[in-house]
């Protein structure tokens, strides 16, 4: 059993700032990679930002440069450091785990950028 819970999300105006945290319990060994994809109204869930173990984060075009994924192994927490928000960057933003070919999914925390 693994769980993801989301926590972080809120509104900003353009140009402001918010951190994501993604909290894992549960059968939480031996994931090969961690991070976060988001989804607006309308639209297909898109890669924001990967980390696999070890490695250095991987970012979607659109937030490279702005967005940072870090992670606490103490806390088994995974953040999204979200710089220099744009109102495009609305959307529900879902942390995500893999194991192996298993995929595991949080429920979603709301990100809302005002002009």
């Known amino acids: 059993q693994v769980q993801l819970v989301e926590s972080g999300g809120g509104l900003v105006q353009a140009g402001g700032s918010l951190r994501l945290s993604c909290a894992a319990s549960?059968?939480?060994?031996?994931?090969?990679?961690m991070g976060w994809y988001r989804q607006a109204p309308g639209k297909q869930r898109e890669l924001v930002a990967s980390a696999t173990t070890g490695s250095v984060g991987n970012y979607g075009d659109s937030v490279k440069g702005r967005f940072t994924i870090s992670r606490d192994n103490a806390k088994n927490t995974v953040y999204l450091q979200m710089n220099s928000l744009k109102p495009e960057d609305t959307a529900i933003y879902f942390c995500?785990?893999?194991?192996?070919?298993?995929?595991?999914w949080g429920l979603g925390t709301q990100v809302t950028v005002s002009s």
């Open positions: 995500y785990a893999r194991r192996s070919q298993n995929m595991y």
């Open positions: 549960g059968n939480i060994f031996s994931f090969n990679a």
